[in-house]
């Protein structure tokens, strides 16, 4: 199977609050993880990445936490908007000597509620 | 600076005939990795491209081949296509030196009936 895996399929989230999306991966080897979100009909966007030397990672309303004690990644929005609605994937990449590719989760499809 | 580019946008093909898809990276990617998201899925991984050589290789039979040209354009093509085939096929770009940010195209649709 797949060495990037999330917790929750779904998450319905009220607007305004917070919303936590997890992430565990298997591999001690990744170094690099990344969050991208991907709305209807369209490709996944990046959000927001974080590299192994870093517990902690903060963009605009989101924050990306990791723990490489437990192997886990998660995503936190800040004041969920009806436009954060869509599938979220986390991947890992390992950089070893030479290159390898990402690999995703199966996503998680945040519902915001109005 | 434009983003990832691919075309055509939808596709509906027949059981067993071919489709090439096309991939433009953003200007100054040398890596463009392939993938084939389904519902059932997901993200999978299919091949990637840098410097015109294939780099890495996903799990899928030898029907799922691709290229990539010097100006680091790619192409992908499968053959012999099967209902199972349909699926949203995305592509990523990347400056290439590894560990980094893949940036992705809309992705082009195929059907298959």
Same mark, same amino acid.
């Given at each position: 199977?797949?060495?990037?895996?999330?917790?929750?399929?779904?998450?319905?989230?009220?607007?305004?609050?917070?919303?936590?999306?997890?992430?565990?991966?298997?591999?001690?080897?990744?170094? $690099?993880?990344?969050?991208?979100?991907?709305?209807?009909?369209?490709?996944?966007?990046?959000?927001?990445?974080?590299?192994?030397?870093?517990?902690?990672?903060?963009?605009?309303?989101?924050?990306?936490?990791?723990?490489?004690?437990?192997?886990?990644?998660?995503?936190?929005?800040?004041?969920?908007?009806?436009?954060?609605?869509?599938?979220?994937?986390?991947?890992?990449?390992?950089?070893?000597?030479?290159?390898?590719?990402?690999?995703?989760?199966?996503?998680? &499809?945040?519902?915001?509620?109005? | 600076?434009?983003?990832?580019?691919?075309?055509?946008?939808y596709l509906i093909k027949t059981r067993?005939?071919?489709?090439?898809?096309?991939c433009s990276p953003i200007s100054g990617?040398?890596?463009?990795?392939?993938?084939?998201?389904?519902p059932g899925q997901g993200l999978q991984?299919?091949?990637? $491209?840098?410097?015109?050589?294939?780099?890495?290789?996903?799990?899928?039979?030898? &029907?799922?081949? %691709?290229?990539?040209?010097?100006?680091?354009?790619?192409?992908?093509?499968?053959?012999?296509?099967?209902?199972?085939?349909?699926?949203? $096929?995305?592509?990523?770009?990347?400056? %290439?030196?590894?560990?980094?940010?893949?940036?992705? %195209?809309?992705?082009?649709?195929?059907?298959?009936?």
């Amino acid at each position: 199977g797949e060495s990037v895996g999330l917790h929750l399929p779904t998450l319905s989230v009220q607007e305004g609050d917070n919303s936590i999306i997890n992430c565990a991966y298997s591999n001690s080897a990744s170094d $690099y993880f990344i969050w991208y979100k991907q709305e209807s009909g369209k490709g996944p966007q990046f959000i927001i990445d974080i590299r192994s030397n870093m517990d902690k990672r903060q963009g605009q309303r989101v924050t990306v936490l990791l723990n490489k004690t437990v192997k886990h990644l998660s995503l936190q929005i800040a004041a969920t908007q009806p436009g954060d609605s869509a599938v979220y994937f986390c991947a890992e990449n390992i950089r070893p000597s030479g290159n390898t590719p990402l690999v995703f989760g199966k996503g998680t &499809r945040l519902s915001v509620i109005a | 600076k434009a983003g990832v580019t691919q075309t055509p946008r939808y596709l509906i093909k027949t059981r067993g005939q071919q489709v090439t898809l096309s991939c433009s990276p953003i200007s100054g990617h040398r890596s463009v990795s392939w993938y084939q998201q389904t519902p059932g899925q997901g993200l999978q991984f299919l091949f990637e $491209y840098f410097s015109e050589t294939q780099r890495n290789k996903g799990n899928f039979p030898g &029907r799922f081949s %691709g290229r990539q040209f010097s100006n680091s354009r790619s192409e992908m093509n499968v053959s012999t296509l099967e209902l199972g085939d349909s699926a949203l $096929y995305l592509c990523a770009s990347s400056l %290439g030196s590894g560990g980094e940010t893949q940036y992705f %195209g809309p992705g082009t649709r195929l059907l298959v009936l």
